[in-house]
């Protein structure tokens, strides 16, 4: 044991030398490494489609004479679908204040306040209530509370006012604008102006009915154990055998 110590320290044991990292040739996995780096790099180089002369999305130019890099679209061209020429159907809004008229295209019939009051029904009663009090069962939830529709403030606001706030939200409330298109968002207006009306009217409103109106009358109910028989006066049933 002893001799082969001393062989060691010499460097002349007989046996052949262990090759060593660094030493001799280089080890394979630094030529690996080596070749990964070298393409990192030289990738980073690329130049061709990442890098173009080109304007941000409605950045400034000075090259036209208007100063806009986006062009308006040629002389001729024919909008698809996207044309939004009558501004007020869609925005509800003259310039920057609420419209308080209803867009010709939506004459204010029995047909409108119908599909009104259906959508309003749908989209709007489960946070303002059937009746617009603002009692709709998601605020009882713990949704913030909207305000009724039957204050003074909403009574004189235009109608453009609604429709703006059903376009862009208000507040805690989202807005509708994907869900409800801009012809269903005018007929609930129409539908909470009537809503509104139905809830202030004064007698000289409702040509002689009573207001509010007579609570209705009920029959005492039977005990659910038969249907209940109709029996028809004899001099009915002579009319009709007529
Ligand atoms: C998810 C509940 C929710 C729904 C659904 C909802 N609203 Fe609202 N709405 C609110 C809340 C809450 C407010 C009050 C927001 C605030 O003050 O931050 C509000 C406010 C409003 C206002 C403004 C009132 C004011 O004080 O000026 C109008 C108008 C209105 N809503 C109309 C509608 C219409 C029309 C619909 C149906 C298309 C609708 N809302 C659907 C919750 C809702």
Redesign the pocket.
């Known amino acids: 044991m002893a001799r082969l110590r001393t062989t060691v320290r010499n460097g002349e044991t007989g046996v052949p030398p262990v090759r060593q990292h660094g030493r001799g040739r280089p080890c394979p996995h630094l030529k690996i490494s080596a070749c990964v780096l070298a393409l990192l790099i030289l990738g980073g180089c690329r130049n061709d489609m990442h890098d173009q002369p080109r304007y941000k999305t409605y950045a400034m130019s000075d090259f036209y004479a208007d100063l806009r890099s986006e062009r308006p679209p040629v002389e001729g061209t024919v909008a698809r679908g996207e044309l939004h020429e009558d501004a007020y159907f869609y925005t509800g809004k003259i310039g920057a204040n609420p419209g308080d008229y209803m867009p010709a295209e939506v004459p204010v019939n029995e047909e409108t306040l119908a599909r009104g009051r259906e959508r309003?029904n749908i989209?709007?009663a489960?946070?303002?209530s059937r009746l617009g009090d603002g009692n709709g069962m998601?605020p009882s939830r713990g949704?913030?509370?909207?305000?009724t529709y039957h204050q003074d403030r909403?009574r004189k606001a235009p109608l453009g006012?609604?429709f703006d706030?059903?376009t862009n939200g208000?507040?805690?409330?989202?807005d509708?604008a994907s869900q409800?298109p801009p012809r269903d968002r005018w007929c609930?207006v129409a539908y909470?102006r009537a809503l509104q009306l139905s809830q202030n009217a004064a007698q000289g409103d409702v040509a002689g009915m009573q207001v509010p109106s007579k609570a209705p009358e009920f029959e005492e109910p039977g005990s659910g154990a038969t249907l209940p028989v109709t029996i028809p006066k004899s001099n009915d049933t002579g009319a009709e055998q007529k």
């Open positions: 309003y989209y709007c489960p946070c303002h998601v949704y913030k509370h909207p305000l909403l006012y609604f706030v059903m208000f507040g805690a409330m989202p509708y409800i609930i909470i």
